[in-house]
């Protein structure tokens, strides 16, 4: 998984495609702090289905009240020390390959954190983050316990037993998963190739 190691010197790298332990390789958007001279670093990441450049309404704070933009929400965790990492989730937007929901996160979280773990600029520690999917993202990755995922922010999602609640609730497929599904699909390659 050789890829071209950005320099913490500059501000962020976008588009890095980082390939998958299939050869599928994702779209990536790395931050970092401001300024050369930085040693190695803990590094941030979500991984979303959602577009790593879209803001998400959940993204403010009490000091912050109006949602911050991706690029905001990056320099918000460059200032406190990290390497930030967005992440377009498999088959979706700059990514390539395939997306089947819930399929292949584990291995695609995984395969990313150790790629990050293994850069220059990142001193070995990986948190991730996000709400919804990125963060069944974050507990699918988990299961495979990568050796660098230092700790994990799971807001609103991320389920232990899909069966019993999070996509069925006691084996009957809940609702807004079919929302969801269909709402995302709107935004899918399929539609805009073939409204």
């Given at each position: 998984?050789?890829?071209?190691?950005?320099?913490?010197?500059?501000?962020?790298?976008?588009?890095?495609?980082?390939?998958?332990?299939d050869g599928v390789r994702f779209a990536t958007d790395?931050?970092?702090?401001?300024?050369?001279?930085?040693?190695?670093?803990?590094?941030?990441?979500?991984?979303?289905?959602?577009?790593?450049r879209e803001a998400r309404v959940n993204?403010?704070?009490?000091?912050?009240p109006e949602v911050f933009g991706r690029e905001e929400l990056a320099r918000f965790f460059t200032d406190a020390g990290f390497a930030v990492v967005f992440q377009d989730c498999r088959g979706r937007y700059g990514s390539e390959g395939r997306?089947?929901?819930?399929?292949?996160?584990?291995?695609?979280g995984f395969d990313t954190i150790d790629w990050i773990a293994r850069q220059d600029w990142c001193d070995g520690q990986v948190a991730t983050m996000g709400m919804s999917y990125s963060a069944h993202t974050q507990m699918a990755a988990a299961c495979l316990n990568p050796?660098?995922?230092a700790a994990m922010i799971c807001d609103?999602?991320?389920?232990?037993?899909?069966?019993?609640?999070?996509?069925?609730?006691?084996?009957?497929?809940?609702?807004k998963q079919v929302t969801s599904a269909f709402r995302h699909a709107l935004r899918s390659r399929a539609a805009a190739a073939d409204p």
């Open positions: 998984m050789s890829v071209a190691n950005p320099r913490p010197a500059d501000a962020a790298v976008r588009d890095l495609m980082v390939p998958m332990r790395v931050f970092f702090p401001q300024g050369a001279g930085r040693g190695p670093l803990p590094a941030l990441l979500e991984r979303t289905p959602y577009d790593k993204e403010y704070t009490l000091n912050h997306f089947t929901k819930y399929r292949g996160e584990a291995e695609d050796p660098a995922l609103c999602g991320g389920f232990s037993n899909a069966y019993q609640g999070g996509i069925r609730f006691g084996g009957a497929l809940e609702l």
